[in-house]
């Protein structure tokens, strides 16, 4: 993966918890550094990504609306 490149996980059409799971299955087996995408159109994404991460200690990066779904970006920090 290119520097500024992010593994995009399509979590759209799947409704809490599945992107937030999707997001966790991803980070525990990416190396630290990676920046991961997450596509969900459940709302509920837009707030409970940010919040897993930050208290799990990984690096929230921004959440984008786009038409019709979010992109929320997190990095792997540790």
Do not use: F, H
């Amino acid at each position: 993966m290119a520097e500024g490149e992010a593994k995009v996980i399509d979590a759209r059409g799947s409704y809490c918890p599945g992107p937030l799971m999707e997001l966790i299955r991803a980070i525990q087996t990416e190396p630290v550094g990676t920046v991961l995408e997450v596509l969900s159109s459940d709302r509920a994404s837009s707030n409970d990504i940010p919040e897993w991460v930050k208290k799990v200690g990984q690096e929230y990066l921004e959440t984008v609306a786009e038409d019709g779904y979010w992109r929320v970006r997190v990095r792997r920090v540790k």
